[in-house]
């Protein structure tokens, strides 16, 4: 194709069904790039770059083996200065910008790709970009609802890629070792997780439709999403208020403690699940709930999950724990998970925080403090893309811990009622209300398709 006709092309694909398809066609088509020699940098492209985009584009930049050769974001404005922050990072080479992410995915130079997006849009890049033959760092959580969850796994098998998901924790030496101690038996049989998420938080101002900011496509940022009048809540920094475009506070910030508690526990699916909550705090404009309660059953163990978005005195664990030698304050820690042995009772802490196993009269009988993981899990995404190795947060591992937080927002968004849920299938026993959840109505020319 002629680089003219590929750039009217790719122009078109923001708009029109028909060239959204054949840009997928085109992408898949294309070989997969090679493994980065050792020798080499790695060459990285970051599709969104709001605040935690933004965040993880420097911290790979500062490596050594990396280097960036675009950042895109559909929103001109947002990451602004960042291109010159990573060329002062890779002395002195500037990545060219774009608001176009099928660019980065066509873009033949570009062996690997952050997706910082929200959450509605995490499935389409992170698919299309195993087909173009891209390896793939996706943000938490790694889906907005299960069958494209899985959707993505097969793309990652099918296609031969790297998917890393953004639960860091994973990759901190505190909970690998944490997990290690669980298997040794070191606080006996675990039958009780229970995972805590009680942030503090304020309302969310109801406010009117709006005329969209004229530098952005707002067809292109709804995407999957359902097509509704511009909101500035529906927007940056409020979308995670709303189903649409997220899972509620369980399923953008409850999924690190969740995945955490899956990988302790050592389990995949539940077999049952219920949840209620509702916005008790607040009278305000969010859709999701700021107080829910979440119960899952596996076999021999029960997990409940807590989050509210509004108790002050709640915080998640600082810098100065997070970087120091030092615990957090346990019964005030807003994102601690509390593990019930048989033996002993072990609360560890996620980012951070460390960890600490109690005996019942409250002596500490061993603790391993604990770092931020974000340069490990870093780490650990280069070091698969070199050797092919899977990385300690996979998809399927992603997918699996997704699926808890969309269980549990399914469950309350029924009512409360107890569903029965089949990991086999991913799919919901008896009940044809709750299977209509698994999967969202995708807005062409947005779709996933069934065979990716």
């Known amino acids: 194709m002629h680089p003219m006709d590929r750039r009217d092309?790719?122009?078109?694909?923001?708009?029109?069904?028909?060239?959204?398809?054949?840009?997928?066609?085109?992408?898949?088509?294309?070989?997969?790039?090679?493994?980065?020699?050792?020798?080499?940098?790695?060459?990285?492209?970051?599709?969104?770059?709001?605040?935690?985009?933004?965040?993880?584009?420097?911290?790979?930049?500062?490596?050594?083996?990396?280097?960036?050769?675009?950042?895109?974001?559909?929103?001109?404005?947002?990451?602004?200065?960042?291109?010159?922050?990573?060329a002062a990072a890779q002395g002195g080479k500037t990545p060219r910008?774009?608001?176009?992410?099928?660019?980065?995915?066509?873009?033949?130079?570009?062996?690997?790709?952050?997706?910082?997006?929200?959450?509605?849009?995490?499935?389409?890049?992170?698919i299309l970009g195993c087909q173009a033959g891209k390896d793939i760092f996706v943000e938490k959580p790694a889906s907005h609802n299960i069958w494209e969850g899985r959707k993505m796994v097969e793309a990652a098998r099918k296609h031969g890629r790297i998917v890393q998901v953004g639960t860091q924790t994973r990759s901190a030496p505190y909970a690998r070792r944490a997990a290690e101690l669980i298997?040794?038996?070191?606080?006996?049989?675990?039958?009780?997780?229970?995972?805590?998420?009680?942030?503090?938080?304020?309302?969310?101002?109801?406010?009117?439709?709006?005329?969209?900011?004229?530098?952005?496509?707002?067809?292109r940022w709804l995407g999957p999403a359902p097509l509704r009048p511009f909101n500035p809540n529906h927007f940056h920094g409020g979308w995670y208020?709303?189903?649409?475009?997220?899972?509620?506070?369980?399923?953008?910030?409850?999924?690190?403690?969740?995945?955490?508690?899956?990988?302790?526990?050592?389990?995949?699916?539940?077999?049952?699940v219920h949840a209620s909550g509702g916005n008790l705090a607040f009278d305000d404009a969010r859709e999701v709930p700021d107080t829910q309660v979440a119960t899952f059953e596996f076999d021999g163990l029960i997990l409940t999950f807590e989050m509210t978005n509004w108790p002050p005195y709640m915080k998640k664990t600082n810098n100065q724990v997070r970087e120091g030698d030092e615990f957090p304050l346990w019964f005030q820690n807003a994102t601690r998970i509390e593990l019930y042995g048989s033996k002993n009772q072990m609360i560890i802490g996620r980012h951070g925080g460390g960890w600490q196993i109690f005996t019942g009269d409250g002596k500490v009988v061993d603790q391993m403090f604990g770092r931020f993981p974000d340069p490990p899990h870093q780490e650990n995404f280069i070091e698969s893309v070199r050797s092919r190795r899977p990385p300690n947060a996979d998809i399927e591992e992603g997918h699996r811990s997704a699926?808890?937080?969309?269980?549990?927002?399914?469950?309350?968004?029924?009512?409360?009622?107890?569903?029965?849920?089949?990991?086999?299938?991913?799919?919901?026993?008896?009940?044809?209300?709750?299977?209509?959840?698994?999967?969202?109505?995708?807005?062409?020319?947005?779709?996933?398709p069934d065979a990716v």
């Open 241 to 272: 208020y709303f189903w649409a475009y997220c899972g509620g506070d369980m399923g953008n910030d409850g999924i690190h403690q969740l995945d955490l508690a899956r990988w302790l526990i050592g389990r995949d699916s539940p077999k049952a």
């Open 403 to 448: 699926i808890l937080a969309h269980l549990g927002n399914i469950s309350y968004r029924l009512g409360g009622r107890a569903l029965r849920f089949d990991g086999a299938s991913e799919s919901f026993v008896g009940d044809a209300e709750a299977n209509r959840y698994l999967r969202r109505v995708y807005r062409p020319p947005y779709a996933i």
């Open 9 to 86: 092309f790719l122009r078109e694909t923001a708009r029109t069904v028909v060239g959204f398809s054949a840009a997928a066609g085109a992408l898949a088509a294309r070989r997969p790039v090679r493994a980065a020699a050792p020798s080499d940098r790695v060459v990285l492209g970051t599709v969104g770059l709001g605040g935690r985009g933004s965040h993880l584009t420097l911290g790979f930049a500062v490596r050594k083996d990396c280097e960036f050769a675009v950042l895109c974001d559909l929103d001109p404005r947002r990451g602004a200065g960042l291109e010159q922050r990573v």
């Open 97 to 126: 910008r774009e608001t176009e992410y099928l660019r980065v995915l066509d873009d033949s130079a570009v062996d690997a790709v952050i997706v910082a997006t929200p959450d509605h849009w995490h499935a389409l890049p992170t």
């Open 183 to 219: 298997r040794e038996g070191a606080i006996g049989d675990v039958h009780l997780c229970k995972v805590f998420n009680l942030k503090p938080g304020s309302p969310v101002a109801k406010r009117a439709d709006a005329d969209p900011p004229p530098e952005v496509d707002y067809d």
